[in-house]
């Protein structure tokens, strides 16, 4: 598996560059989705107090953040299968904005709905050859760690 790493994948610091970038583009853009939801709550259900609405925020951003974090440290673990979990949430994030922008109508609507650029960098990152080459780096580091390194070294020194 690390000699077909390889073969398959041209390793390089751009790979690692758009991983950690993927992570905080679906990071940026749920903090600002969870706050939008709850925005559009809010106008849907009638004001809220101060207090509720920064549990209620508070609560959406836990929620969001366990959902990027799990899936994350499974991908850094060698289970790429998890990177799925990302995109779905990149699918719930665009859902969110357009919830958001059905329902907002105050003067700040298109400055909150500009985040929606971050899940969209985030799944233009995701569909790249070089996360796909972080992915699988991350899977054949964790397969056979010791064959791994020994064919980085002497892909390295050649």
């Known amino acids: 598996m690390s000699d077909n790493f390889f073969e398959k994948h041209e390793f390089s610091m751009g790979m690692f560059a758009a991983g950690i970038a993927g992570i905080m583009f679906i990071m940026f ?6 706050f939008l939801v709850v925005l559009s709550m809010q106008k849907l259900l009638g004001e809220f107090t101060s ?5 209620y925020v508070g609560i959406l951003e836990l ?11 499974l991908i850094l673990r060698g289970k790429p299968r998890a990177a ?13 904005y357009s919830l958001a922008a059905l329902t907002l109508e105050h003067q700040n609507k ?3 709905l500009s985040f929606v650029i971050f899940p969209l960098l985030a799944n233009w990152l995701m569909a790249s050859a070089k996360y796909q ?12 760690p010791i064959g791994f390194r020994r064919s ?4 390295m020194f050649e």
């Open 29 to 34: 853009g749920g903090g600002m989705a969870s």
């Open 51 to 55: 207090t509720e609405l920064v549990s």
């Open 63 to 73: 929620i969001m953040n366990f959902c990027i974090v799990v899936p994350n440290i």
């Open 84 to 96: 799925k979990v990302n995109q779905v949430n990149i699918y719930f994030q665009l859902v969110c």
């Open 110 to 112: 298109w400055f909150c």
């Open 133 to 144: 080459a972080c992915l699988a780096y991350h899977e054949a580091l964790r397969k056979d």
């Open 152 to 155: 980085l070294a002497k892909k």
